[in-house]
């Protein structure tokens, strides 16, 4: 257990869909991180958010919808996703930005297949 | 800029042997560095970290890494393979305390019979 739980493991949804995954974390970090991962591509940062407040956002296309009710807990919805959108989705949570010396701890991804 | 490069993003080594993962960086100031190691559908797990202590730092399953600032690497090693090696492995690098990790592409490690 890395003290990082994402639900669900595997997800397949069609594209006119809507779903959301979830990160949960009891660690007691404030900073919370959602990735991309694709297939012989280098993990692509999406969401920051920091004490509840999301700090960057890279770029990422609106059908992406990330929501942090508490330091504990963030999610990511998603709608009229597109097959390129398949990919592993990686949380991660650190103390908080100003302490990344200290590193992220991840969860074990949520796999997500558009079909 | 700065950033980090992982060299080689396919490595295969033979049971019983030497592992070296290459990595490097850009940067100005001294970094915070570290390794991941990434399981088949898993997450990013800390393998190990340098912030600034000794130059050798040892993580878990063997694994060690020397941080060289002459060369702005800090390659991992690990003296003999095992099957359960095989991974892809992520270098990262934070430039100060106050900026996110900047993640190498990685390098998958295939361990040979």
């Known amino acids: 257990e890395t003290g990082v739980t994402q639900t669900p493991r595997h997800l397949v949804m069609g594209m006119t869909n809507k779903k959301s995954l979830k990160c949960e974390q009891h660690?007691?970090?404030?900073?919370m991180y959602w990735y991309k991962q694709s297939a012989k591509k280098p993990l692509e940062l999406m969401f920051v958010y920091n004490f509840k407040e999301q700090t960057e956002n890279n770029s990422v296309p609106s059908r992406f919808s990330p929501e942090c009710p508490n330091s504990s807990h963030l999610f990511l919805h998603l709608h009229t996703l597109q097959p390129e959108d398949s990919a592993l989705y990686l949380c991660?949570?650190?103390?908080?930005?100003?302490?990344?010396?200290?590193?992220?701890?991840f969860g074990s991804g949520t796999r997500l297949t558009v079909v | 800029a700065q950033s980090v490069t992982q060299l080689g993003s396919h490595v295969s080594v033979s049971e019983g042997a030497l592992v070296l993962l290459r990595c490097n960086y850009s940067?100005?100031?001294?970094?915070?560095l570290f390794w991941y190691v990434q399981y088949p559908n898993q997450g990013l797990q800390l393998l190990l970290k340098?912030?600034?202590?000794?130059?050798l730092v040892k993580g878990i399953n063997g694994f060690e890494a020397e941080f060289k600032k002459s060369e702005t690497s800090f390659h991992l090693t690990k003296p003999s393979a095992h099957m359960s090696d095989a991974a892809e492995y992520f270098c990262?690098?934070?430039?100060?305390?106050?900026?996110?990790?900047?993640f190498g592409g990685g390098t998958r490690l295939m361990v040979k019979p």
């Open positions: 990262a690098v934070s430039f100060d305390a106050g900026n996110m990790l900047t």
């Open positions: 940067s100005s100031v001294p970094p915070y």
């Open positions: 660690l007691g970090h404030n900073a």
């Open positions: 991660a949570s650190s103390q908080d930005p100003q302490t990344t010396n200290y590193g992220y701890t």
């Open positions: 340098y912030t600034s202590a000794a130059t």
